[in-house]
């Protein structure tokens, strides 16, 4: 059971066959006028959204939609229109959500009251996974990557999970297991399988 700390508020809900982990950055195109509104919306009040992960591919439209009851409540960092017309944003990973329950708009804009979730105790766990640690360093280092501007704060243990998870090449699900687990030692447990399979 996730712990909350923050009041409820209402947040449009954005669901995704993709997700986005806190402090990772997303870019997407925007092309459906409910989205186009929302992403207005979020601009001119200041606000963000709640990425959630889709369950089912089915109804991705209407309140029939499954998706996951943890999301990530991100903000808007960067808006351009694009050559095909498009609206593009990149949005910012803020923090864990926790869907409490939502309500579809006449234009199908999915809300939710949603809280922020407590992340699991924050201390350092370097000298257990050291592994992880230099992974994530290696990568961060890398030319292309630096350019992404990730805010990587190595003393958080919260802060390696979800940014290592966020630049390794891993499915939505496994993204979504990081992000809903409550223990930053499962977290890490599961990226040190995940580097075994990939050989790091």
């Known amino acids: 059971m996730q712990e909350i700390i923050s009041t409820a508020k209402e947040t449009a809900l954005f ?39 889709i369950k089912e591919e089915k109804e991705l439209s209407t309140l029939k939609a499954q998706h996951s009851a943890t999301g990530t409540y991100v903000e808007v960092v960067d808006f351009n229109q694009l050559e095909n017309g498009l609206l593009g944003i990149t949005v910012q990973g803020k ?5 409490l329950d939502r309500r579809e708009q006449d234009d199908g804009l999915l809300l939710g009251n949603i809280v922020q979730s ?13 592994n992880i640690w230099r992974v994530l360093r290696e990568i961060s280092e890398h030319p292309e990557i630096k350019k992404l ?17 966020s630049l390794l090449p ?31």
């Not at 891993?170 to 809903?180: A, G, T």
């Open 15 to 53: 669901p995704l066959t993709i997700n986005v982990l806190p402090g990772a950055y997303l870019p997407l195109q925007i092309f459906e006028p409910r989205y186009i509104d929302m992403v207005k919306d979020c601009l001119s009040k200041e606000k963000g959204f709640c990425i959630v992960l």
């Open 95 to 99: 923090y864990r959500a926790q869907i």
């Open 118 to 130: 407590k992340e699991a105790d924050d201390i350092c766990l370097e000298a257990d996974y050291e």
């Open 149 to 165: 501007q990730f805010e990587i704060d190595f003393s958080s243990s919260s802060s390696v999970a979800y940014n290592l998870a």
């Open 170 to 200: 891993i499915s939505p699900l496994d993204k979504q297991l990081i992000l809903e687990s409550n223990s930053n030692q499962i977290r890490l447990d599961s990226l040190q399988e995940i580097l075994k399979k990939l050989g790091g």
